[in-house]
């Protein structure tokens, strides 16, 4: 994709990205609270649900120092939906009739994890392809505002890992917007 088009369909993505990570956030928190998950748990599955599945959790795992267990767990719940995800989204998009954009958007915003996010995308269309990945990797740069968030609030000294991917990703896209 070239610059231009990353920027529009990330200012598209942009309000429903917070909106959909705060209601995540309270809902994962609620759910937890009312279901009696282990509160790391809890949280580690909502960051994953609400910005980038296994790369949110892997940033914000260590902050909240979970446990190994604790991670599995979470890392192991996010997988899973993510897998009936890839297969289940294009299927429900196709019924329901969504375009290619529609169908981008909702796939970027419903779907935990980058991969499975591309894999569905690529499976409706280019152009749903092209709008779910920018999507997603725009609503993955909430990866470093969360863990530092979290890691204020949780009062923790841990180094937080930051997902180099992004930054690939922007640097690809400068590369294929202003070289031959």
């Given at each position: 994709?070239?610059?231009?088009?990353?920027?529009?369909?990330?200012?598209?993505?942009?309000?429903?990205?917070?909106?959909?990570?705060?209601?995540?956030?309270?809902?994962?928190?609620?759910?937890?609270?009312?279901?009696?998950?282990?509160?790391?748990?809890?949280?580690?599955?909502?960051?994953?649900?609400?910005?980038?599945?296994?790369?949110?959790?892997?940033?914000?795992?260590?902050?909240?120092?979970?446990?190994?267990?604790?991670?599995?767990?979470?890392?192991?719940?996010?997988?899973?939906?993510?897998?009936?995800?890839?297969?289940?989204?294009?299927?429900?998009?196709?019924?329901?009739?969504l375009s290619q954009e529609?169908?981008?958007?909702?796939a970027a915003l419903a779907?935990?994890?980058?991969?499975?996010?591309?894999?569905?995308?690529?499976?409706?269309?280019?152009?749903?392809?092209?709008?779910?990945?920018?999507?997603?990797?725009?609503?993955?740069?909430?990866?470093?505002?969360?863990?530092?968030?979290?890691?204020?609030?949780?009062?923790?000294?841990?180094?937080?890992?930051?997902?180099?991917?992004?930054?690939?990703?922007?640097?690809?896209?400068?590369?294929?917007?202003?070289?031959?």
């Amino acid at each position: 994709m070239n610059l231009e088009e990353v920027f529009e369909v990330s200012r598209t993505g942009f309000i429903y990205t917070i909106l959909g990570i705060s209601f995540v956030m309270m809902f994962g928190y609620l759910l937890g609270k009312l279901l009696k998950i282990n509160q790391n748990i809890s949280y580690l599955i909502s960051v994953g649900t609400a910005i980038c599945g296994g790369s949110a959790i892997a940033a914000t795992g260590p902050v909240i120092n979970a446990t190994d267990d604790e991670m599995s767990v979470s890392l192991g719940t996010v997988f899973i939906l993510n897998s009936v995800a890839l297969i289940v989204f294009p299927v429900i998009g196709s019924t329901v009739g969504l375009s290619q954009e529609q169908f981008g958007l909702w796939a970027a915003l419903a779907i935990h994890d980058t991969s499975s996010v591309v894999g569905a995308g690529m499976k409706y269309g280019a152009v749903a392809l092209g709008v779910a990945t920018t999507v997603k990797l725009t609503r993955a740069l909430w990866i470093a505002p969360i863990a530092l968030i979290t890691s204020v609030l949780r009062k923790s000294e841990t180094k937080i890992k930051y997902p180099y991917f992004i930054l690939f990703f922007i640097l690809a896209t400068i590369i294929n917007t202003y070289l031959p």
